[in-house]
């Protein structure tokens, strides 16, 4: 059974950084597309980032490239979203998600905003 569970968000001025951080639960017998959505309240979920647990597959959407990096510990069990240079355009609920099987087939489904587990969501609030 999956679990998916986030810390690390908070309020920050614009110009700031958070890192959020994602606790995984994940079958070690399936491949997963691993990543962050985030939704503004009147707005349509929307993917951020994701990286592939069976090799070298990363997406940023265009609106965090140079500015968001994802990263994870060496077993898995926890992915991480640094977030620099932050915009009051990036408040939003941000939520760790996952979607199994190949980089192709999760990640076709992962830009669909189609996503098979996911967490509570942690709240990010940038201020100017």
């Known amino acids: 059974h999956v679990q998916l569970v986030e810390s690390g968000g908070g309020s920050v001025q614009t110009g700031g950084s958070l890192r959020l951080s994602c606790t995984a639960s994940?079958?070690?017998?399936?491949?997963?597309?691993l990543g962050w959505f985030h939704q503004a309240p009147g707005k349509e979920r929307e993917a951020v980032a994701s990286?592939?647990?069976?090799?070298?597959?990363?997406y940023y959407a265009d609106s965090v490239k140079g500015r968001f990096t994802m990263s994870r510990d060496n077993d898995w069990r926890t992915v991480y979203l640094q977030m620099n240079g932050l915009t009051p355009e990036d408040t939003a609920m941000y939520y760790c998600?996952?979607?199994?099987?190949?980089?192709?087939?999760?990640?076709?489904?992962?830009?669909?905003?189609?996503?098979?587990?996911w967490g509570q969501g942690t709240q990010v609030t940038v201020s100017t």
């Open positions: 998600a996952a979607n199994p099987g190949s980089w192709s087939e999760c990640q076709a489904r992962w830009l669909r905003g189609e996503r098979d587990y």
């Open positions: 990286i592939y647990s069976g090799g070298r597959g990363t």
């Open positions: 994940l079958n070690p017998d399936s491949t997963y597309c």
